[in-house]
């Protein structure tokens, strides 16, 4: 299949990169000509394990090219992935100025039946104007299909959520184009990974509805943690129990610092604010956003307790990533406590081992080090901000050396709370007893 893949960010470049994997000739189009040429030079913009490996091999057997021509990928393909930004508005709407203007260019420029799937998550509706603005556009009587293909994989785990997804969610209004999509997916779809078809607007729906569901749940055990801090209770126990439940499953409810991201927090508020242009109050929305907002700030009181005045002391933090596997600082917690912190007149020593270049871009008065433990040196207190393994297994005693007092503040719950008492840290985490 010929498929034309608007937009090379991380959405874009995963797909782009795994429908070529899978087989089929794509053009990615991207009008930043920077990036461009850098994907035609084998430098990848962001940091996603295994995707450098799949492009080279793509690229070198020529399944996939890079462009910022969007005029001959269109004409060039039949298939027509839309995967642009959409980011929050000043009303934290999904601002879709980026898709209607490569609606224009697809209007403009199509040269016979073209499929045109959206990827990015847009209001529900987004097709409906992508048709209109098609049908306004183009000249000659094309025909086209539009389809809303919601992408659910994750950073850091975005090759494997692509090729082996839960399922697969495919909007369509016709046979022929169910029958082209299906075929596009037949190498990954199996029976117990399936695809669902259904109309455009649920699949754009389900898009929002998952990554809102999975939001409500971080924020639902991140009170409860809440709760475990003040009367007692182990979320860690408590999150296994309740997982153990086949109605609730286990995965997304660990408590922690909160939710960031480029998705989490800027699509709980675009699907609360499509919910009020709707008449209807998002109650449990608001409530989710506004809890982890809490959550975030929550961290600056452990800190306290441990260094009660933190001005003019040093304070270490290790992870600056919104999670671990990526360099992305979007919405990342760790922005939001170390901005506190610096208020307050600490300073700070940060590492992270993949972001701390992004992270230099907007945390400024940082001494970046160049491992976890040389950010210990004479510091009041360590905070852990973000899970990377390479902090799991290290040596605690030689970390109890370093630091000038064993304070640590785990906003990740990373290590056992009685080991750490036995080995003589001061240690604050979420929702344990320590
Ligand atoms: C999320 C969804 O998980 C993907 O399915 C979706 O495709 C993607 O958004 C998107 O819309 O593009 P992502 O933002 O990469 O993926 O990251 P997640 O792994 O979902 O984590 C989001 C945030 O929740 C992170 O800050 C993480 O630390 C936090 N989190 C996650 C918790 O605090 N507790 C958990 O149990 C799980």
Partial sequence: MKICCIGCGYVGLVAATCLSDMGNDVISVDINKDRVNNLKKGIIPIYEPGLKDMLDRNAREKRIVFSTNIKEGIQKSEVIFIAVGTPPDSNNCADVSAIASVAEDIGRYMNGYKIIVNK???????????????????????????????????????????????????????????????????????????????????????????????????????????????????????????????RIGPRFLHAGIGYGGSCFPKDVKALAQIMKLNGIEPKILDAVDEVNEQQKRSLIHKIRKLVPDVKGKSVAVWGLAFKPKTDDMREAPSITIIRQLQELGAKIRAFDPEAQ???????????????????????DVLVIATEWNAFRDLELKKVKQLLKYPNIVDGRNIYDPQEMKKLGFNYLCVGRKC
């Fill in 120 to 246: 990015s998550t847009a209001p529900v509706g987004t097709l409906d104007k992508i048709g209109k603005i098609i049908k306004s556009v183009k000249t000659k009587p094309f025909r086209y299909d539009l389809v809303s293909n919601p992408e659910f994989m994750r950073e850091g785990e975005a090759i494997k959520d692509f090729t082996n997804p839960d399922r697969i969610v495919i909007g369509v209004q016709s046979e022929k184009a169910k029958r082209i999509m299906s075929s596009i997916y037949s190498g990954i779809s199996r029976t117990d990974k399936p695809i669902m078809f259904t109309d455009l607007r649920s699949a754009e729906l389900i898009k929002y509805a998952s990554n809102a569901m999975l939001a409500t749940r971080i924020s639902f055990m991140n009170e409860i943690a809440q709760l475990c801090e003040k009367v007692g209770g182990d979320i860690k126990a408590i999150a296994r129990g309740m997982g153990l439940d086949t």
């Fill in 357 to 379: 270049h992004n992270a230099s871009l907007i945390l400024k008065n940082i001494t970046y080090c160049k491992d976890p433990y040389s950010t210990l040196k004479g510091c």
